[in-house]
T-cell receptor, first 113, second 114 residues
Framework: AQSVTQPDIHITVSEGASLELRCNYS??????LFWYVQSPGQGLQLLLK??????LVQGIKGFEAEFKRSQSSFNLRKPSVHWSDAAEYFC???????????FGSGTQLTVLP | DAEITQSPRHKITETGRQVTLACHQT?????MFWYRQDLGHGLRLIHY???????NKGEVSDGYSVSRSNTEDLPLTLESAASSQTSVYFC?????????????FGEGSRLTVL
């Protein structure tokens, strides 16, 4: 089955430091890729998405992600993390004709003052 | 503003009881989804619907059912609740039917089965 892997369960960074969250997808037809963020007690909010075209996509809250087909990756980055970025982050994909999202297991981000 | 709401937000029930979680969206989206979220598993798809009278099983559909009698609502029913169904449940909807689109999520319903 086509899947999404987030290798890091928990990441801790200091406020102001750069951030990279990893996401790998299994082989399949051109994937449609997403990053969602979940704050405590809340639903998920879309940060950004990749369908086609430019492999570097910009999202909300200063986040960006780069699609690398050769590495089957879609890593999320932010140059300078803010305390309010502490949350859980989910990578997700849709493949081919399917219209359902498949989610990774999530990465919990802690931001130190 | 359009929105998607879930109720109840918190529910405690006993093993064997029937439970229904409500999901209502005001975007007039055709696509609606139910996910459950468990530690270490991310979100897993339970059931989904692409329109009125259409329902489909997802990855973890055993013990759950849904019905779609109108565009706005997709209630999730646990026919006989089990402790393994203790989880946080999220409803979501999306607009595009011909391809991928952004999902809009409710705030979740936390279910505890004792």
């Amino acid at each position: 089955a086509q899947s999404v892997t987030q290798p890091d369960i928990h990441i801790t960074v200091s406020e102001g430091a750069s951030l990279e969250l990893r996401c790998n997808y299994s082989y399949g037809a051109t994937p449609y890729l997403f990053w969602y963020v979940q704050s405590p007690g809340q639903g998920l909010q879309l940060l950004l998405k990749y369908f086609s075209g430019d492999t570097l996509v910009q999202g909300i809250k200063g986040f960006e992600a780069e699609f690398k087909r050769s590495q089957s990756s879609f890593n999320l980055r932010k140059p300078s993390v803010h305390w309010s970025d502490a949350a859980e982050y989910f990578c997700a994909r849709i493949s081919g004709s399917a219209r359902q999202l498949t989610f990774g297991s999530g990465t919990q981000l802690t931001v130190l003052p | 503003d359009a929105e998607i709401t879930q109720s109840p937000r918190h529910k405690i029930t006993e093993t064997g009881r029937q439970v229904t979680l409500a999901c209502h969206q005001t975007w007039n989206h055709n696509n609606m989804f139910w996910y459950r979220q468990d530690l270490g598993h991310g979100l897993r798809l339970i059931h989904y619907s692409y329109g009125v009278q259409d329902t489909n099983k997802g990855e973890v559909s055993d013990g759950y059912s849904v019905s779609r009698s109108n565009t706005e609502d997709l209630p999730l029913t646990l026919e006989s609740a089990a402790s393994s169904q203790t989880s946080v449940y999220f409803c979501a909807s999306s607009e595009r039917t011909g391809g991928p689109g952004e999902l809009f999520f409710g705030e979740g319903s936390r279910l505890t089965v004792l």
